[in-house]
């Protein structure tokens, strides 16, 4: 197994990591055995750090970011996510954790198609209880709008349904919608797959953009090396290790 240390922080970057794996193991039972998907892993990514994890299918990627979400728990090794330890934690508590400090971007956008760009993110809002803890429906609007425009759409576009939006729209109405409720940590899984290498590199950029500027310890899983010049660290996952 691989029992190499956690992966270094930029030094100019702070020591606390938002996001911590020690020593992650996680299986999936095949028959009479279990497969390994990650071995023994270990990753630190501190505030405002965009680190990419590039590798072939099958290679332990989704299984990394479903960890790093607490999707999934592992067999082995702890996660620390905005330095809360969320091995003993319930399954109610780590839902909870999940919806105020993970932010997820998906492949695909999945917006609903009946809703317009600022209607996508007052719906996440309402779901993760805005109004219970006092916010009033002028400072949704008004914070939906500002994550939008920091994504690059402007009131024109904020006004359109998703079929009014090109792929790449779609995709930064994706990421302002996991800005929602200012999280720690940033998870995003092939975000660029649907896209040209244009629109690709764009949507990166921004990526990479709003890390530094929301001070979310961001990781990028991505099979398109040709993409990963604006991270801070690129690691390769293979056969469930990461190098």
């Known amino acids: 197994m691989n029992t190499a240390p956690a992966l270094p922080l930029d030094p100019a970057l702070p020591l606390e990591p938002a996001l911590s794996l020690k020593s992650v193991t996680l299986t999936y039972p095949d028959g009479d055995r279990r497969l390994t998907a990650l071995d023994a892993v270990s990753l630190d ?35 620390t996510v905005a330095g809360q330890d969320t091995g003993p934690m319930s399954a109610r508590a780590r839902t909870a954790l999940r919806r105020d400090r993970i932010g997820i971007v998906f492949q695909q956008a999945n917006l609903l198609p009946s809703l317009t760009a600022e209607e996508q993110l007052l719906a996440v809002e309402h779901v993760r209880g805005g109004a219970v803890r006092g916010g009033s429906g002028r400072a949704a609007r008004a914070r939906a709008a500002e994550l939008l425009e920091s994504v690059g759409l402007d009131a024109a576009k904020r006004r359109r349904r998703p079929h009014q939006l090109s792929g790449g729209e779609r995709q930064r109405v994706n990421i302002a919608r996991a800005l929602c409720g200012g999280p720690s940590v940033l998870l995003v899984d092939e975000p660029t797959s649907a896209l040209d290498h244009e629109r690709g590199e764009r949507v990166v950029e921004l990526l990479a953009a709003v890390t530094r500027e929301h001070g979310t310890a961001t990781v990028l899983v991505t099979h398109d090396r040709a993409l990963l010049g604006r991270a801070d660290r690129v690691l390769t996952m293979a056969d469930g290790r990461l190098r």
């Open 45 to 79: 990514v501190a505030p405002g750090e965009l680190v990419a994890v590039a590798g072939p299918s099958g290679s332990g990627k989704s299984s990394l970011l479903a960890v790093a979400a607490t999707l999934l728990s592992p067999d082995e090794g702890r996660v």
